[in-house]
C-alpha cells in the first residue's frame, strides 16, 4: 500500500511553454501533498504545502505565480511550471500524507520524481 | 532552508563492512527519519525515531539519536551492493504541520 505516483517520469519542454506534473496517491486518501525540488547531486528543497480544497502555501523564495499548484482532489496535485526556462530544469518530487489515523503518522510517501529538462 | 547537515558527504567502504552517517540540525525537533534515493529515483523511508527516542533498530539498520547534542546517526551493518545510494536525514519541527526538512545527504558506495 501507500504509492504514490508522478506522472511524466521525464519530460522535455522548449523555453517559455508550461508543463504541468502530476501526482497521485494511488491507494489512499492524501489531504496534504509536498513539492520538492532537487538538484543534481543536491538535496530535496520543499517548494510548497498543497492542501486539498485550498491554496498552496508556497516557501520563501518561491515563485507562486511560476510554480501553480493545484490540489483538485484527496488523490491528485498538480505542479505546473509556467513559462519554463533552462534554469527551472530540475528533479521534481512530490510526497503525500494520508488522512489522519490511517497511516503511521509523520510518514510521507513519496513519489518517484520527475525528471524536467528546459531547452 | 536546509536544517540537516551530513556528514560524511561520501563514503566509500567494501562490501560486508559497516557504514556510519551522521546527521546534525539546528532547532528542537518532533521527529527524525532518514531516507534512501537510488540514482534520479525517489524516496524510500527506511526508519522514524521520535525526539523522545534515543535508538532504534530495523534489520540491519540502527540509529541513534541526541537531542542534546542535535545529531543522529545511521549505521548499515554488513553492507551490501545493493545499499549503494544517496541517503537523507529529514526533520519534522511542527507538530502536525508534517513539513520535512532534509538533510545534504550522504552518498554511499559500496564495492564488491
Known amino acids: 500500500g501507500a504509492v504514490v505516483s508522478q506522472h511524466p517520469s521525464r519530460v522535455i519542454c522548449k523555453s517559455g511553454t508550461s508543463v504541468k506534473i502530476e501526482c497521485r496517491s494511488l491507494?489512499?486518501?492524501?489531504?496534504?501533498m509536498f513539492w520538492y525540488r532537487q538538484f543534481p547531486k543536491k538535496s530535496l528543497m520543499l517548494m510548497a504545502t498543497?492542501?486539498?480544497?485550498?491554496?498552496?502555501?508556497?516557501e520563501q523564495g518561491v515563485e507562486k505565480d511560476k510554480f501553480l499548484i493545484n490540489h483538485a482532489s484527496l488523490t491528485l496535485s498538480t505542479l505546473t511550471v509556467t513559462s519554463a526556462h533552462p534554469e527551472d530544469s530540475s528533479f521534481y518530487i512530490c510526497?503525500?500524507?494520508?488522512?489522519?489515523?490511517?497511516?503511521?503518522?509523520?510518514?510521507?510517501?513519496f513519489g518517484p520524481g520527475t525528471r524536467l529538462t528546459v531547452t | 532552508s536546509q536544517q540537516g547537515e551530513e556528514d560524511p558527504q561520501a563514503l566509500s567502504i567494501q562490501e560486508g563492512e559497516n557504514a556510519t552517517m551522521n546527521c546534525s540540525y539546528k532547532?528542537?525537533?518532533?521527529?527524525l527519519q532518514w531516507y534512501r534515493q537510488n540514482s534520479g529515483r525517489g524516496l524510500v523511508h527506511l526508519i522514524l525515531i521520535r525526539s523522545n527516542e534515543r535508538e532504534k533498530h530495523s534489520g540491519r539498520l540502527r540509529v541513534t539519536l541526541d537531542t542534546s547534542k542535535k545529531s543522529s546517526s545511521l549505521l548499515i551493518t554488513a553492507s551490501r551492493a545493493a545499499d549503494t545510494a544517496s541517503y537523507f536525514c529529514a526533520t519534522d519541527a511542527f507538530q502536525g504541520a508534517q513539513k520535512l526538512v532534509f538533510g545534504q545527504g550522504t552518498r554511499l558506495t559500496i564495492n564488491p
Open positions: 532547532t528542537s525537533i518532533n521527529n
Open positions: 510526497s503525500a500524507v494520508g488522512l489522519a489515523g490511517a497511516w503511521v503518522p509523520y510518514e510521507q510517501y
Open positions: 491507494d489512499f486518501q492524501a489531504t496534504t
Open positions: 498543497s492542501n486539498e480544497g485550498s491554496k498552496a502555501t508556497y
